[in-house]
């Protein structure tokens, strides 16, 4: 672009020297295209908002396919937020199978967006590289509703270095672990879901499903990028977003320890193992990208009433939950639902006024969780309740914003947000709680354990591969990959934290 400024103005210099000395000039103040760290500069008190001129934000999200009406839903949202604060959207919405590829080449390459959802497993990275813009005083300065509204320790556990680099998704913000089934197999099959507890209460019910449905049938479909969901809760990963280096929640020594060599990691990760081979998870399960719709059962964090939206969304008349770890408060449950802003994008004020709106106003949150009144879902009690007609609205309601001034879903508890809220309050706390590993002196190392532990997890954690015969191997070059300078670092970090 500078060679491109330099032509143009030596072609201005020979055509008319007064004029382009103005018109140079105002085209040096122009912000490139591609959002170059010089256009970050720029503060939204000088943008179009001054002018009239409605600014648009990139806000790039995770969800399924996206449907026919999904502009005119956007559309919809955008004439009441251009009314209500002078700001629009265009909402990206990257696939579940393809977002951890999608959103790493989006940081990388320095792609423009203003809004990015983020989480635990690339919040620190995306941090440190300066992918996102510190706003730890912008959102106490310009959005005061939204820094009062949401709690100070949930405040406190997105913080890195003691500064704000998102904004936190103020909902079931501890962690409640449930184990789902279709209701119908629990009937046929006699299943007991007040004495499943643990891995190996399941043993049994699902080989029965298995012997019954026959042998297409899996009990326990997954795909490559979950595994089975929560399988690392014990430990506290440090909000490094890399489960094989943990802390147990329950140490108070809070000793660092390699997770996959735990003996209680290894007899799950067997059992994982032999479901595998036994038929119970789909073959293909460590290579597909997303879930089929009306799965016979599934691991999930969630809350009460978080079936009735499960059943919409899957398609299953009823699904029976057991609730089976939790609530429990970490650095990496707070943070397993961010919004940051780019370091290089113009409106960030305007970013942070809109997240402002989703978390305080119902009619924009409902719009955002729901989709397009009418189509997707009908108001049954003003904003308070609704009912959803479609089952292909693609956004996840988690990414947005707070649980707290949703409507919730017809045939869920009418106190359902209330019961979140008291989870919260009930939950306990990780021995880490409030630590964050900063790993601003670990890049490397960093980046080169992630890229291994991405060989190898799915199908480690799909069950596909013997753990005895790959944790050895997967360790072995975690540590070439520099996973013992990670734990040296970690453990002293957490002992000066917590001196």
């Keep these: 672009m500078k060679r491109s400024l330099k032509l143009i103005s030596t072609l201005c210099i020979m055509m ?12 040096s103040n122009t912000p490139s295209a591609n959002n170059s760290p010089d256009a970050s500069t720029n503060t939204s008190t000088d943008t179009p908002t001054t002018s009239g001129e409605i600014p648009t934000l990139v806000w790039w999200t995770i969800g399924g ?64 590289i300066g992918a996102l813009a510190d706003i730890t005083d912008l959102v106490q300065s310009e959005t005061p509703e939204l820094y009062k509204f949401i709690p100070e320790k949930v405040w406190d556990g997105t913080r890195i270095g003691g500064k704000l680099y998102s904004v936190p998704t103020y909902k079931d913000s501890s962690l409640t672990q449930y184990w789902v089934f279709d209701h119908k197999y629990v009937e046929k099959y006699g299943i007991d879901l007040n004495n499943i507890k643990t891995l190996k ?38 909000a490094l977003g890399f489960p094989p280096i943990g802390v147990s929640v329950d140490d108070a020594s809070r000793k660092v320890v390699s997770v996959l060599e735990q003996q209680d990691v290894m007899d799950e990760l067997k059992i994982l193992h032999q479901w595998y081979k036994d038929g119970i998870i789909n073959p293909d399960a460590p290579t597909k990208p997303e879930a089929d719709k ?6 999930a964090q969630g809350f009460p009433g978080a079936d009735i939206t499960w059943q919409i969304n899957e398609g299953v008349e009823k699904y029976d939950m057991t609730q089976v770890y939790g609530p429990l408060y970490t650095t990496a449950t707070i943070q397993g639902s961010l919004n940051g802003i780019s370091a290089n994008s113009k409106y960030k004020k305007e970013a942070l006024k809109y997240l402002e709106l989703v978390n305080t106003d119902p ?82 190392e960093v980046a080169n354990v992630k890229a291994t532990w991405d060989k190898y997890r799915y199908e480690l954690l799909t069950g596909a591969s013997d753990p005895e015969k790959m944790v050895p191997q997967i360790i072995g070059e975690l540590k070439k990959a520099g996973m013992d300078t990670i734990m040296q670092a970690a453990q002293e970090q957490i002992d000066a934290f917590f001196k």
């Design 16 to 27: 008319l020297l007064m004029s382009v000395l103005a018109a140079c000039g105002s085209k």
């Design 65 to 128: 396919q996206v449907p026919d009406n999904f502009e005119k839903a956007i559309e919809a949202m955008n004439e009441y937020t251009a009314e209500k604060i002078g700001v629009k959207i265009d909402i990206k919405v990257a696939s579940w199978g393809d977002w951890d590829t999608k959103i790493n080449t989006i940081v990388n390459t320095g792609e423009p967006f203003d809004i990015l959802f983020t989480n635990v497993s690339k919040y620190n990275q995306q941090v440190t």
């Design 201 to 238: 209460d399941l043993d049994k019910p699902f080989h029965d499903m298995k012997a019954g449905e026959g042998k297409s049938f899996y009990p326990l479909p997954m795909t490559q990028g979950d595994g089975f969901n929560g399988f690392f809760n014990r430990y506290d990963d440090l």
């Design 294 to 299: 009306g799965r016979a059962f599934f691991s």
């Design 363 to 444: 009619k924009l949150r409902n719009m955002l969780a729901f989709g397009e009144e009418g189509v997707d879902y009908v108001k049954v009690d003003g904003e308070k309740v609704i009912e959803r007609i479609s089952d292909t609205w693609p956004l996840a309601g988690y990414t947005q914003g707070t649980f707290f001034n949703m409507a919730t879903t017809k045939g869920a508890p009418e106190d359902q947000w209330l019961q979140v809220q008291k989870l919260n309050e009930q939950a306990t706390a990780s021995s880490l709680l409030g630590f964050s590993l900063d790993t601003t002196n670990l890049t490397t």
